[in-house]
């Protein structure tokens, strides 16, 4: 799941988690076309998110299982990836600048949050899929749920806004994050200019985290996104050392 940032302005290299989120029946096709572009650019240990509440079909969980069998490693990612009611004033400012209406975790409460997580991992067992270790919430937005709650729910790992959560050993690391879903004009220089400031960080931090939604390539920063990719070289690392 790790992989190694080169770059001229950096001494040495930096340890990359690489993520495609938003992997559900709908965008399939798209996840194995970003998998062709990163594998030309050298890269081929990356995480994908699962959203399991969709529609599955059995050929498509297939080819989740035919992922897992390439090596790629599994994540939780919500449930429907989709609000149908917003969470209160925070709720819909959140969702208005930043998360639109994936945001799910937002519209539950605490012991809501708790039952969607559990029933994300037992999708995964329920269809004979790997167990996951990480669970990112959609938007990175884990909502209303303390970490001594989190120790008690089966993932070990939790990825937020900010960094990764390692409930076993009860420890945040802070690592630097870039993305590229920029599909509005008035985004795409606050989301450059975030990337721009987490490389910067990552360089003091010793990590990044690199992460591609699956419109990426057709959106308003993939001359970014392709060039970036060529500043990331493989270098295998489990997801364990994510918080060393």
């Not at 990356?46 to 509440?53: A, D, E, H, N, Y």
């Not at 931090?205 to 057709?218: A, M, T, V, Y």
Request: charged share 20%.
């Amino acid at each position: 799941m790790a992989l190694t940032v080169k770059s001229t302005s950096y001494s040495s290299p930096i340890p990359t988690l690489v993520s495609i989120h938003d992997v559900m029946p709908a965008t399939l096709d798209k996840v194995d076309a970003i998998i062709n572009t990163l594998s030309k650019n050298g890269i081929h240990t990356v995480t994908l998110l699962v959203v399991p509440g969709k529609p599955w079909q059995a050929s498509e969980i297939d080819r989740l299982r035919e992922y897992a069998k390439q090596g790629f490693e599994l994540a939780g990612h919500g449930w429907h990836h989709q609000v149908s009611e917003y969470g209160g004033l925070s709720h819909r400012l959140h969702s208005l600048f930043i998360s639109k209406n994936v945001a799910e975790h937002l519209a539950l409460d605490r012991a809501g949050i708790a039952r969607l997580i559990e029933r994300c991992y037992g999708w995964f067992k329920q269809h004979d899929l790997p167990p996951p270790s990480l669970y990112v919430p959609p938007a990175w937005a884990m909502g209303n749920i303390s970490r001594t709650m989190l120790r008690r729910l089966p993932f070990r790992y939790y990825e937020y806004f900010s960094g990764i959560y390692d409930s076993k050993i009860n420890c945040f690391e802070r690592i630097p994050m870039v993305g590229y879903e920029a599909d509005a004009w008035f985004r795409a220089p606050f989301v450059a200019l975030w990337n721009r400031l987490n490389f910067i960080d990552a360089k003091h931090q010793q990590r990044l985290r690199f992460s591609i939604h699956p419109n990426d390539f057709q959106l308003l920063l993939h001359n970014s996104l392709t060039r970036d990719l060529h500043r990331v070289a493989p270098k295998q690392l489990s997801s364990a050392q994510a918080i060393p």
